[in-house]
């Protein structure tokens, strides 16, 4: 059973780096043919796909966020991270990590990320 966890902080200051980690266990992020994503759901809004890590490592984004966003990988950990920069009250929202792009078949729980001062 694949299990993803997401850490990092719940408040960050408009303009800051947004930082957030997807550890995976029961299986590695490494795997053919195996996407992991990041998504999120701003208060009273919809899940919002922000971009994803291929097994190769290569990355893809969305494009409304692909000026701000970078996501990355620690294989020997067998985590990927979230990173977003220029932060602003916009931002605020409930962060999950995902299996996947189109499926999406396995979740973590979610992290609730603040953006003010």
């Known amino acids: 059973q694949v299990q993803l966890q997401e850490s990092g902080p719940g408040l960050v200051k408009p303009s800051q780096t947004l930082s957030l980690t997807c550890t995976v266990s029961?299986?590695?992020?490494?795997?053919?043919?195996?996407?992991w994503s990041w998504i999120r759901q701003p208060p009273g809004k919809g899940l919002e796909w922000m971009g994803a890590?291929?097994?190769?490592?290569?990355?893809y984004y969305s494009p409304s966020l692909k000026s701000r966003t970078s996501i990355s990988r620690d294989t020997s950990k067998n985590q990927f991270t979230l990173q977003l920069s220029s932060v602003t009250p916009e931002d605020t929202a409930v962060y999950y990590c995902?299996?996947?792009?189109?499926?999406?078949?396995?979740w973590g729980q979610g992290t609730q990320v603040t953006v003010s001062s």
């Open positions: 995902a299996r996947d792009i189109a499926t999406l078949d396995y």
């Open positions: 890590i291929a097994y190769s490592g290569s990355t």
């Open positions: 029961g299986g590695s992020i490494t795997t053919n043919y195996y996407y």
